[in-house]
């Protein structure tokens, strides 16, 4: 078979030669012009950037279209040029073969077989067309036109373009689970009930974190300007925060209990409102502040329209039980869980994303820090519900968080009773490549060293060596076990109404 492809004998080669022929026989005219340059704007995938640019101007699917088509492009035109052109050297066409005035002029100087530009136009109009079926239509003439181009204009033979046609339309399939289309996330829905009508501010305590990131010194006068009535105390470095915070959710005449700051901040806000049992309204500030995004108080309108009309909601938060210090002399911590922790690389890797997120995209920036972060990561050993594991990250939400893979980001449903628990492994055999491999195409999810699944309780242990516990953003070191559970509805929060 080889022999076969490299030197092109028997009845292969004489359909070429009179598939040529016929070409050769028809008439000269504009067409050649138009097949000339078709064939020369298709060189080194020019044509194919330029329309994944075009896609790429449309969110969604065309956006997803033009990815997929260039990453089976990428694969197609690999292979062809690194792999099958060197195995398989065969000569070109000659100029007899062909009128001259159609004779591509130079001629390519690499083998004939197989047709690197019939692989690639199949290949990005066929991955193209897996994710919108009607773009894979509307490109598929152009990728023909390309791939007869090669035969008209004497650069191929026929059955080099056929040979890569499906080598593209071969990439395709192979990249289809590449990168999949990620399923749309549920629509946000609230527990809704209803909180104290704080007019003006009058009645709440609002707690401000002086070392939040986005603080400065304008920040208590906006506060004070947009919640005339409130008391509002800050928080300084030599403060303790989560007493100062209880101070504050205990001065009288404190009906709702405020906090400006990031997630460490709000989390020991939450603590001190689900004790008091007061509502609690979460400012935008600091540097990261994912439950005030969550809770739809994103800006300081939104939030001051919520506590005015008293439009709250309940979640529930995660109570976590930390045992650190010597085994003899344990010590234990009770915490307030909102949002995530994790142990392992996860930190390193979101706190990389956020920094790339406004140059990049979001997609973009989680593949970018992955691969930043786990190229050069080791992993930890512990035990998870008394399983033994050596792994890269480990992950617990409150609540679910979509998408379901290594970079969650959005949490619609507050009040769901489970902990989103999300593994990483490194038990397997060639541990990081795995990982990478599954970065780079998007498989993450999909993977064997992934584990996700729900719980109510979970239970990890130290196996040697202590470990450090990130709790909403704020690190815990020397832990040697900890136990996560869910405390259902315990805390209501305000949320304007959609």
């Known amino acids: 078979m080889r022999r076969m492809l490299r030197r092109g004998p028997g009845r292969i080669a004489r359909l070429d030669r009179a598939l040529v022929r016929a070409i050769s026989g028809f008439p000269g005219g504009e067409h050649d012009d138009f097949f000339r340059r078709l064939s020369a704007v298709a060189n ?26 260039l990453i089976a492009q990428g694969v197609a035109s690999a292979v062809t040029n690194l792999g099958f052109k060197t195995l398989l050297p065969r000569a070109r066409p000659l100029p007899e073969h062909l009128p001259v005035f159609r004779f591509v002029h130079p001629q390519p100087t690499s083998s004939s077989m197989p047709s690197g530009h019939s692989a690639s136009a199949v290949a990005f109009a066929v991955g193209a067309g897996f994710v919108h079926p009607v773009i894979g239509a509307a490109i598929a003439p152009v990728a023909a036109g390309v791939a007869y181009s090669r035969v008209h204009t004497g650069a191929h033979w026929p059955s ?26 549920p629509d946000t829905r609230r527990n809704r009930t209803h909180a104290p009508e704080i007019a003006g501010g009058l009645g709440l305590s609002v707690a401000v974190n002086t070392l939040g990131g986005s603080y400065g010194p304008e920040t208590v006068a906006a506060l004070q300007k947009v919640f005339p009535s409130a008391y509002i105390q800050q928080v300084g470095q030599d403060d303790d925060l989560v007493a100062a915070i209880r101070a504050v959710g205990t001065h009288p005449g404190t009906e709702a209990l405020g906090v400006w700051g990031g997630d460490g901040t709000v989390g020991a806000a939450a603590a001190c409102a689900v004790a008091e049992k007061l509502p609690l309204l979460v400012l935008p500030g600091g540097t990261l502040n994912h439950f005030a995004r969550d809770a739809g108080t994103s800006t300081l309108t939104l939030a001051l329209n919520a506590a005015e009309k008293g439009e709250a909601a309940r979640a529930d938060v995660g109570h976590v039980v ?69 792994l890269w990250m480990l992950y617990v939400g409150r609540g679910r968080y979509f998408p379901r893979d290594h970079a969650p980001l959005v949490r619609p449903v507050m009040d769901d009773g489970v902990l989103d628990f999300r ?44 470990l450090t516990l990130a709790v909403d953003g704020e690190a815990i070191p020397g832990v040697r076990s900890v136990e996560f559970t869910v405390r259902r509805g315990a805390l209501t929060y305000y949320s304007p109404e959609p």
């Open 423 to 466: 593994l990483i492994t490194a038990d397997e055999s060639f541990a990081r490549l795995r990982l990478l491999w599954s970065v780079l195409t998007g498989t993450v999810a999909t993977s064997k060293i992934t584990h996700l699944r729900e719980a109510t309780r979970i239970r990890v242990e130290a196996s040697g060596t202590p």
């Open 160 to 185: 080099d373009v056929l040979f890569g046609s499906a080598i593209g339309a071969g990439a395709a399939l192979v990249t289809r689970k590449w990168w999949p289309v990620r399923p749309p996330f």
């Open 322 to 390: 930390v045992e650190r210090g010597l085994p003899d002399n344990p010590e234990r911590l009770a915490l307030t869980m909102l949002n995530t922790a994790s142990i392992g690389l996860y930190p390193d890797m979101v706190r990389r994303r956020e920094h790339l997120q406004p140059s990049m995209g979001k997609p973009l920036a989680g593949v970018v820090a992955m691969l930043r972060t786990f190229a050069a990561g080791t992993p930890t050993t512990l035990f998870v519900d008394g399983v033994h594991h050596k």
């Open 44 to 69: 080194k995938g020019k044509l194919w950037f330029a329309a994944a640019a075009v896609l790429a101007i449309f969110k969604g699917r065309p956006r997803r279209a033009a990815l997929h088509g």
